[in-house]
């Protein structure tokens, strides 16, 4: 069974980057296959959507966050990462990593980590 | 594409049928909807996409409905495990997103 483990800072200083990094674990980095992205979830508010990369393919990214965010993916380490520059307050959020199939009519998460916690403050 | 689930919060005893609602402020072509439940301390999981297909390992008594602009979760015969929040989530247009959630609690 597929395992994906979130990791990085709980806080982070407003300005600054957040870091994320998601494990694969538990069967194959597939990423012929797969899709690979993140989804958010601020206090109190739906989840968002933020991006999704796909191994040697550019990765796709929610129009709101695209000027501060950087998706990729390292099959080596069996990892793939999300850099988002410049938070603000308004950045914190649960941060989940996602796998989504390959296929156009298959952009929803069949298989989540359990979210880590980000706190944008000084 | 804003997606409105109802009710915000659903308060039910074991046993009951629960049904949620996830209204899309415009249609969704081909039932390109997804259901997702989310547990405190637990990885949140995909039910249902497609609008009605069930996601592997999910229990028959997870059912997804509807088409156009008008979904529906309905969960038979709440276990304490149902008690959840759950969450549509829209992929057919340009970006993919999520209504608000429906939070079944212990009546």
């Known amino acids: 069974q597929l395992l994906l483990q979130e990791s990085g800072p709980g806080l982070v200083n407003p300005s600054e980057t957040l870091s994320l990094i998601c494990s694969v674990s538990?069967?194959?980095?597939?990423?012929?296959?797969?899709?690979w992205g993140w989804i958010r979830q601020p206090p109190g508010k739906a989840l968002e959507w933020l991006g999704t990369?796909?191994?040697?393919?550019?990765?796709r990214y929610n129009p709101s966050l695209k000027s501060r965010l950087t998706m990729s993916v390292d099959v080596s380490k069996d990892q793939f990462s999300l850099r988002l520059n410049s938070v603000t307050a308004a950045d914190t959020a649960i941060y989940y990593c996602?796998?989504?199939?390959?296929?156009?009519?298959?952009?929803?998460?069949?298989?989540w980590g359990q979210g880590v916690q980000v706190t944008v403050s000084s | 594409i804003v997606l409105t689930q109802s009710p915000g919060t659903l308060s039910l005893s074991p046993g009951d049928r629960a049904t949620l609602s996830c209204r899309a402020s415009q249609t969704i072509a081909s039932n390109y909807l997804a259901w997702y439940q989310l547990r405190p301390g637990q990885v949140p999981r995909l039910l249902i996409y497609h609008a009605s297909s069930r996601a592997t390992g999910i229990p028959l008594k997870f059912s997804g409905s509807g088409s156009g602009t008008d979904f529906t979760l309905t969960i038979d015969r709440v276990e304490p495990e149902d008690f959840a929040v759950y969450f549509c989530q829209q992929y057919d247009g340009s970006l993919d997103s999520f209504g608000g959630g429906t939070k079944v609690e212990f009546k």
């Open positions: 996602v796998r989504r199939p390959y296929c156009l009519s298959c952009r929803y998460f069949d298989t």
């Open positions: 538990g069967d194959f980095f597939d990423t012929n296959t797969y899709f």
């Open positions: 990369i796909y191994y040697g393919g550019s990765p």
